[in-house]
């Protein structure tokens, strides 16, 4: 399994999805951080950090939208 995950890691597609994942995702999480403040969870289960998490998407959504 190791072998499998290193031969996708270092062929051309894992290379082009490596290098775009550094704009896609991670400003996101920081952004999110940083500029929104958010540190941790405030409720416990995973239904409820489901619930939050989506909240937190929707107002990084519509950040992004009232920017525009």
Known sequence: LKE???????SEAGIAH????CWDVEAV???IK???GFKRFML???EKV???IGLIAMAHNLRKFSIA
């Open 4 to 10: 499998k995950a290193r031969n996708l890691l270092l």
């Open 18 to 21: 490596r290098k775009r994942r």
């Open 29 to 31: 999480f920081g952004n």
């Open 34 to 36: 940083q500029n929104m």
């Open 44 to 46: 416990r289960g995973m």
């Open 50 to 52: 489901t619930t939050e």
